[in-house]
């Protein structure tokens, strides 16, 4: 058994072909998405035009939502640009999404963690604004109730996994469309990926266990980074030029 996880596209269409071609040249057929889709200032509707009809099993996530559990003059400044781009059939899509979702009965599959679309679960935040990992009976914690030996979540845009004491394997498979982003809440922190390129996740089940391979597939960063500067978002630009966020 094999397949591959993307998560955090962002409305990047540019990086989602890229590593779409990438999934198909290793002859996976089989992809599960982890959500936040098309909240950036990309381009959402072709983003959809590839997304949808790939059928993938898809968790929603809380940029999702917020694309749809509000009015237009309430959402943030991810979601204006792109709210526009999607029609309403598309809209309507994200709608049907669940928070949650098991797939083949063997995986586990949410945005960012089992109760809440809004929290990074193998990180925490100094209050310099650092990413570490979190402490391990603190990640276990968030993982009580849930069953399945392989568990998939994204929502930080950093690829990582973590081995539990149980021999559950949480993996992050990082992010296929935004390396870095800043954000002012709980204080200023900053995610930074260290490279411009489109991330994904292989999970193949052998007799030891899951294996996840971490992908990066180089694509057209620089034409992705000129989209976002006609939004005039600084931290997209640089993260999407440089993997980093000045």
Known sequence: MIFAAIADVHGNHLALQAVLEDIRRQGISEIVNLGDCFSGPLEA?????LLIPLNAVTVRGNHDRALIDRPFE??????????????????????????SAVYRDEVYLCHATPKDDNTYWMETLHEAGIFHL???????ALAEGIDQPLILCGHSHIARSAQLSDGRLIVNPGSVGCPGFDYD?????KAQAGTPFAAY???????????PTFRQVRYDNAAAAE??????????????STGWVA
């Open 185 to 189: 809440k709980p204080f200023y922190h």
């Open 134 to 140: 979190r402490p391990i009976d603190e990640i276990e």
């Open 45 to 49: 509707g072709l983003t959809a035009d």
């Open 74 to 99: 309430e959402m943030g400044d991810w979601e204006r640009p792109s709210h526009a781009q999607l029609s309403q059939a598309q809209l309507d899509w994200i709608g049907t999404l669940p928070f």
């Open 201 to 211: 996740a292989v999970l193949e089940k052998t007799g030891r266990g899951w294996q």
């Open 227 to 240: 989209l976002a500067k006609a939004h005039g978002m600084a931290d997209w630009i640089s993260a999407l």
